[in-house]
Each structure stands twice: as structure tokens, then as C-alpha cells.
């Protein structure tokens, strides 16, 4: 299944929209402000890989200087 969001700061848009939506057989589902950090940081997670960002000689300097700092 694949998702459209929409963002609007006009409710009575959002209104119509769902109206059609729903209209059209498609479900809806209207997310409050919470669900929409949530998104958002699970989108940066993802973008943000360290797995994939992270290289063997950085992982190694940055352990040696955690030591040198005790």
C-alpha cells in the first residue's frame, strides 16, 4: 500500500480532501502533531545511517581519542 500526505494549515481543505478521499473508497487518516514528529524523526533515522555513513579508520580515531581524553 503506498500513502500520499498532505500538509495544509487550512482546515477546512483538509476537510474537503478527506471528504473526497473517503468518497472515492480511500481511506484516511488525519495525524496529529505528535504522529508527525514521529515521521519526521524516523525519516532522519533512516536518511541518517551511521551503519552506512561510518568507516573503519573514523571509528578507530575516534576510540583513540575517547581514551587519550581518560
Request: glycine letters at 2%.
Amino acid at each position: 500500500m503506498e500513502s500520499i500526505i498532505i500538509h495544509s494549515s487550512n482546515k477546512k481543505d483538509l476537510d474537503l480532501l478527506q471528504y473526497l478521499a473517503q468518497k472515492m473508497g480511500l481511506e484516511t487518516q488525519v495525524l496529529n502533531q505528535s504522529a508527525k514528529e514521529d515521521i519526521a524523526m524516523i525519516k532522519a533515522i533512516h536518511e541518517n545511517d551511521p551503519a552506512e555513513n561510518l568507516n573503519l579508520e573514523d571509528a578507530l580515531a575516534y576510540y583513540q581519542t575517547l581514551d587519550k581524553a581518560k
